[in-house]
């Protein structure tokens, strides 16, 4: 067996180093974010055909509206002639009523693009959390699969905002300015530059608007958790007397949420700006110019057309577009980093392709693994190698955190290394195809899982086709006779609700037992049994042929085992029982806070 670990880095290198990787993270997050956007909008293009099709005719009234006034004024009611003047208006109740129909469909179409993408992040969020589940070992997360999915809510709403607010707006003003232009062409620069200018704005204020925005979202989500983490624990709070110390911290929580949005709304003061030079200074230059536009043919029809165009259509769109990209738009991006970071795609983290058998021997050796829980954190294993040679046993032990699950789900193929390989009898798991990889090893979490059903066929479940005398050896070498015994038989029904935890655990190592795996690994997997019955179990699965990990629960798991790794955070290091009490001072820390009841505190 060799060992190599740096362990977790710690000071100002790998401080510099984790903000390095956290913004190589968020770079790779946000070009993530942006294909899944840009794929999302492209992966249906007759959709796309109807929206720009619809889009035209939402946009009539932006085209018409001023054409059909300047004439109704001109060529009708000026002229003496009300019929045409009325035949002009209706002209432009029927672009109104395009509109009305487009907006529909416009809707419609938007939905259709906006619900697969939805659709995909939530399986990916759902996906995700019963991947890590099953990584873990632990309890799904409910709470986290909950605020996800609002987020998800919030993209899918805020992608649906963004692009109607930004098709809207291209639509409006193309429509404005051509129009514009059919009127009088001396006319058109008195629209165009200030709305460049007002564009030019607001571009320039984006960054930091979406700074502000970004940092206002996690300051009000920071100061909802504290509160909630608070009226959580008010009982506790109370009992302590700790009220004026909680008040002040979930204070200073209100405090920052409310410096941001004072902050957020001086910028939004430069929106406005933005919004008055590109949507109404048109109107003054128009009306402040009229006496030179007169001199040079304009009449009174174009001059109410013009005018027409900006306030009906040019300003509320340059107005949706302001508020639509400048909250919409920052809403979207925080929303995909948050559902992004939770990491890897569960297809890109689990085994799939690759053989169909199962690798001969199952010598385990993890080369220069380093693993961290999302892409921007810290790794909680880092440059580790190891070999655990075909029929060794191992007891991992160490604090609580220190990594020892995660080593045991790396080992175990069920999260995938961020660098370097782990390999089964030879064969890199990640290479292995499901079903091959469960024939190579088990693991078996804190939490058994026994599903409704017969006795036998929860213990045959991963080796299906044993006969009752191969049951017997195993429910007799694990101690579950007398369980089995209780339960009435293999072809009594179980019911996992009225089994007790240890219970569960019994079943489950049974099955693991008589599994064809080579290469057993229990993570915490005999915590809720007696030291009696984990001693029996742990013998057991020494006895049989293969390689033995055991996440020690009790420290008596490591005086059984031939080796122990020992992971103090620093470093991780291995030898016997004697080797380690020799060169680790944690482990002879443990080893004696477990031995003296009164340092232990038991
Ligand atoms: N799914 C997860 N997402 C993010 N962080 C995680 C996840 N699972 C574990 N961690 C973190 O990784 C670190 C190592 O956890 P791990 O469960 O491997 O430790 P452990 O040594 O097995 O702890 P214990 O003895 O308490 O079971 C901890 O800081 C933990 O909070």
């Known amino acids: 067996m060799t060992l190599r670990w740096t362990g977790r880095r710690d000071g100002a290198r790998a401080g510099r180093r984790g903000g390095a990787r956290a913004e190589a993270a968020r770079q790779a997050t946000r070009a993530e974010a942006r294909e899944l956007l840009w794929r999302a909008a492209r992966r249906r293009p007759g959709v796309l055909v109807r929206l720009f099709a619809w889009s035209l005719a939402e946009a009539a009234p932006a085209f018409l509206s001023g054409q059909a006034l300047a004439h109704a004024l001109d060529d009708g009611f000026a002229a003496g002639r009300p019929a045409t003047g009325l035949a002009w208006l209706g002209l432009m109740a029927v672009a109104w009523l395009a509109a009305a129909l487009g907006a529909r469909q416009v809707l419609l179409a938007i939905a259709a693009i906006v619900e697969p993408f939805r659709d995909t992040l939530l399986r990916r969020v759902v996906a995700g959390t019963l991947y890590r589940t099953a990584a873990s070992g632990m309890r799904p997360d409910s709470a986290a699969l909950a605020r996800l999915g609002r987020q998800v809510e919030l993209a ?46 607001f571009s320039a204020s984006l960054p930091a608007m979406a700074r502000l925005q970004r940092r206002l979202i996690l300051a009000e989500e920071g100061t909802a958790s504290s509160v909630a983490a608070m009226v959580d ?85 340059l107005g949706g577009l302001v508020q639509g990209v400048g909250v919409n738009g920052v809403r979207l991006v925080v929303a995909l980093e948050r559902i992004l970071s939770m990491g890897p795609a569960p297809r890109q983290a689990l085994a799939a392709d690759g053989p169909g058998t199962p690798p001969r021997g199952a010598l385990l050796r993890l080369r220069r693994v380093t693993f961290a829980y999302g892409p921007a954190a810290e790794p909680v294993v880092s440059d580790l190698s190891l070999v655990v040679r075909e029929g060794d046993h191992l007891a991992v032990v160490g604090p609580s955190g220190i990594g020892k699950s995660t080593v045991a789900a790396l080992a175990a193929g069920l999260l995938r290394p961020g660098e370097g390989q782990v390999l089964i009898g030879g064969v890199p798991v990640a290479s292995l195809s499901g079903p091959a990889l469960s024939a190579a090893r088990v693991l078996i979490p804190q939490e058994a899982y026994v599903f409704r059903g017969t006795l036998g066929e929860n213990l045959t479940y991963l080796a299906p086709g044993r006969s009752p005398s191969e049951l017997d050896k195993a429910v007799d070498a694990v101690g579950m006779a007398e369980l089995a015994a209780r339960i009435g038989g293999y072809e009594a029904l179980v019911d996992p609700s009225e089994l007790s935890s240890g219970e569960r655990q019994l079943i489950a190592l049974t099955r693991a037992y008589l599994s ?68 680790s001072p944690l482990y002879r820390d443990l080893m004696g806070r477990w031995e003296d009841p009164v340092a232990s505190g038991a």
């Open 233 to 317: 624990a008010l009982r506790d709070v109370t009992a302590c007397g700790a009220e004026d110390r909680v008040a002040a911290a979930v204070g200073r929580d209100v405090t920052r949420q409310a410096e941001v949005a004072k902050a957020l709304s001086r910028l939004t003061a430069a929106r406005m700006l933005s919004l008055a030079v590109g949507g109404w200074l048109p109107i003054l230059m128009v009306l402040v110019a009229t006496p030179a536009l007169v001199r040079d043919g304009a009449t009174a029809g174009v001059i109410l057309g013009t005018l027409t165009y900006v306030a009906q259509s040019l300003t509320p769109a």
């Open 516 to 583: 064809p795996a080579r290469l057993i690994l229990l993570d915490e997997a005999t915590c809720h049994l007696d030291p009696a019955a984990e001693a029996r179990a742990e013998e057991a699965f020494a006895a049989r042929e293969g390689t033995l990990i055991v996440i020690a629960h009790r420290l008596t798991s490591a005086l059984r085992a031939r080796r122990v790794l020992v992971m103090d955070g620093v470093r991780a290091q291995v030898g016997t029982h004697e080797e380690m009490i020799a060169a």
């Open 156 to 201: 899918r709403d805020s992608f649906a905002a963004v692009i109607a607010v930004s098709r809207s707006f291209l639509f409006s003003v193309t429509g404005v300015l051509v129009g514009v232009l059919t009127l009088m062409d001396a006319v058109l620069p008195l629209v165009l530059l200030p709305l460049a200018a007002g564009l030019a704005l």
